[in-house]
């Protein structure tokens, strides 16, 4: 999922399956037996219509795709648009908006690996993190959230103050991939995380109007792919922070709803801040 837009439901979803207004509907399983990412031909592998333009100080690419009633086992005819605008400013926005003609669950969201030292120059367990959340959401052996919101303090999960990648990485069975509850209120960009290489000089701030964070720290990169200049990313050699609601909410109604009507627009904004320090 390198640098892909994830849809229609970025994260899992327990089983493959939810229910919506009483009925049930079956999802593609491929993620030991849940349905991750959008299914086996999620967004990421779709054509998408590209429009380039250049506005107010930045250069932008408007993206579209029309997703059938029925595709991966979504219910509504799902129309989305993606704009990636990059400005002056070094910083990368991407806003996203849907509308469907039949209730359905949306969750869209962006997958890019970042290492601040470089693509393929070392891991990034040096990388300094510091997150604005005070809980996550736990999860069991597959991945699946429990429901639970639980504190982050006295934990490895606790990131409210810049700690290193890898100072308590060996305390989280299999590294991070968690979904971390923003502390936030009201709507629009907020801030959601910060991280900087030290020694590079370079530094990268998140913000967005989402509730979650999924923070993944390239655990499963095994050395395999060939990226830039020819270099292998070996494991942890990237790390990911994924603007979204929380993963399963269709089956926990005491998450941040997921739900689109026909007459509703979806609408997610991120912004990612690069800096000198």
């Not at 367990?125 to 809980?135: E, F, I, W």
């Not at 269709?250 to 009507?261: D, G, I, K, V, Y």
Request: net charge neutral; charged share 20%.
């Amino acid at each position: 999922y390198f640098g892909c837009i994830v849809g229609r439901y970025g994260n899992r979803i327990a089983a493959g399956r939810f229910k919506l207004d009483g009925a049930e509907y079956a999802l593609a399983t491929n993620n030991n037996g849940n349905h991750l990412h959008g299914g086996n031909k999620g967004f990421d592998k779709a054509v998408w219509k590209a429009k380039p333009s250049v506005k107010n100080n930045s250069v932008l690419l408007e993206l579209r795709h029309q997703s059938q009633n029925g595709d991966e086992g979504y219910p509504g005819n799902l129309s989305v648009k993606v704009v990636y605008a990059l400005s002056d400013k070094n910083e990368l926005s991407i806003s996203y908006e849907a509308t469907t003609d039949k209730p359905t669950v949306v969750n869209l969201t962006h997958h890019s690996y970042f290492n601040l030292l470089g693509a393929g120059d070392g891991d990034a367990l040096g990388h300094l993190v510091t997150m604005n959340a005070d809980k996550y959401t736990v999860v069991n052996q597959s991945l699946i959230p429990t429901g639970e919101l639980r504190s982050v303090e006295g934990t490895p999960m606790d990131f409210r103050k810049p700690s290193t990648i890898g100072s308590r990485i060996k305390e989280v069975e299999g590294g991070y991939d968690h979904n971390y509850v923003l502390n936030r209120t009201g709507e629009g960009l907020a801030f959601a995380a910060k991280v900087s290489a030290p020694g590079s000089g370079r530094a990268m701030e998140v913000w967005t109007t989402e509730p979650g964070l999924q923070f993944y720290t390239g655990n499963f990169l095994d050395g395999s792919l060939t990226g830039k200049m020819g270099k292998n990313y070996l494991k942890h050699y990237g790390f990911c922070l994924e603007a979204q609601h929380y993963p399963d909410s269709p089956n926990h109604s005491e998450f941040p709803a997921t739900t689109l009507r026909p007459g509703q627009t979806y609408r997610q904004q991120t912004t990612y801040k690069f800096l000198a320090e």
